[in-house]
């Protein structure tokens, strides 16, 4: 059973910095491409960063490309989110998503698993 479990989440001041993990288990998770997405409320989830298989590789949303940076750890199985000079705008569930492709994509319906979610909440 694969299961990707979020944490990392909180509340911090506009400015301020987090980094969210997401560990995945029950999966060969080097063959995965991960991604985080966000959904805040009343809005649509809306894709966020993600990185390929060896971690050569990132794609970013303009929203938090040059803020926010994704990292993989295949030994540990583990994704990461650095998020810095966190703005309001941020304030979100994000959650982690696993795709059996090769290739880093924005698109929600690529990804075959989710995670259930790290609330981030920015205080302003």
């Known amino acids: 059973q694969v299961q990707l479990v979020e944490s990392g989440g909180g509340l911090v001041q506009a400015g301020g910095s987090l980094r969210l993990s997401c560990v995945a288990s029950?999966?060969?998770?080097?063959?995965?491409?991960m991604g985080w997405f966000r959904q805040a409320p009343g809005k649509e989830r809306e894709f966020v960063a993600a990185?390929?298989?060896?971690?050569?590789?990132?794609y970013y949303a303009d929203s938090v490309k040059g803020r926010f940076t994704i990292s993989r750890d295949n030994a540990k199985n583990t994704v990461y989110l650095q998020m810095n000079s966190l703005k309001p705008e941020d304030t979100a569930v994000y959650y982690c998503?696993?795709?059996?492709?090769?290739?880093?994509?924005?698109?929600?319906?690529?990804?075959?698993?989710w995670g259930q979610g790290t609330q981030v909440t920015v205080s302003s």
């Open positions: 998503a696993a795709d059996q492709g090769i290739a880093t994509t924005s698109s929600l319906r690529d990804y075959d698993y």
């Open positions: 029950g999966l060969i998770f080097n063959w995965y491409t």
């Open positions: 990185i390929n298989t060896s971690g050569s590789r990132t």
